[in-house]
């Protein structure tokens, strides 16, 4: 994955074939034409969640017209970071009680909340190029 910074307050992550863009917003200084990276993190963690439990309603066929989540998240008020994500997993009336622990449980299995769970070390390095 490459970074690269195009103007501004923009900074942008490409990788394969898909380039992941962030702004910060008016208020930081940013022109808010992308999320922040923040907003990214945080919509990785639901739309990870978010494809376990649509693909648990798939297998068993199960309608996903109404079914939505929200995230929400609660703020340390002295360090203003988030210490709490609170998912919760909407579904309709057609949803079967039955398949109520199953889902939160499949939901519980995405990948990024696991690596929050037990997160990697993150090693910072600096490269000075010749040119």
Do not use: W
């Not at 490459?2 to 900074?11: C, R, Y």
């Not at 309603?57 to 989540?69: E, Y």
Request: hydrophobic fraction near 35%.
């Amino acid at each position: 994955m490459d970074i690269s910074f195009p103007e501004g307050q923009k900074v942008n992550a490409n990788f394969d074939d898909f380039e992941i863009k962030t702004d910060q917003s008016v208020y930081s200084g940013g022109s808010g034409e992308a999320p922040d990276p923040f907003s990214l993190f945080l919509s990785s963690i639901g739309t990870c969640t978010g494809i376990y439990v649509l693909r648990f309603c798939q297998k068993r066929n199960i309608p996903t017209d109404s079914l939505k989540l929200v995230l929400k998240t609660k703020e340390n008020e002295k360090t203003g970071l988030v210490e709490e994500i609170n998912i919760t997993i909407h579904v309709g009336k057609e949803f079967p009680q039955k398949y109520k622990n199953a889902v939160l449980k499949v939901a519980s299995l995405c990948t990024v909340k696991k690596h929050l769970e037990n997160p990697p070390k993150v090693n910072l390095d600096f490269a000075q190029d010749d040119e």
